[in-house]
């Protein structure tokens, strides 16, 4: 699977933990960045920027990571077509994509281990998509908030 990661300044460590974790998998991962932990970053052009290859089919999944998740997370999903869920659990990992079709894991890199969020990434990559009718009659309710807002 193609996965494209990214993170902010926090993330950077377990980021580059996740990717070779990934490769090892087999995955095709591409890191966006950044590279250096010491040098402070803004989270949102990171979320923009891995939202984009998403958008564009490079990817069919992402991870993002910043200090808490949270940040990344509402950026990423200011993005048409991002589907991004905070899970720091196997289950909201794998039932996100079940149900609501996450495309985009975020990981707060303060907030999880190593070892657990390997087994998070794991759970993210071999979720699929129900395609049940209620799922996707809930994701078009999603999209259409749009539309109000």
Known sequence: MNIVLASDHAGVQLKALLCEHLQKKRHDVVDLGPHNAQTP???PDYAL??????QQGKAKRGILLCGSGIGMCMAANKCKGIRAGLCHDTYSAQQGVQHDNMNVLVLGARVI????ACCVVQAFIQAE???D???LQRLKKIDNLFLLA
């Open 41 to 43: 970053v803004d989270y």
């Open 49 to 54: 920027a891995l939202a984009k290859q998403l």
């Open 113 to 116: 281990g190593p070892a657990l």
């Open 129 to 131: 998509f129900s395609n």
């Open 133 to 135: 009718s209620r799922h």
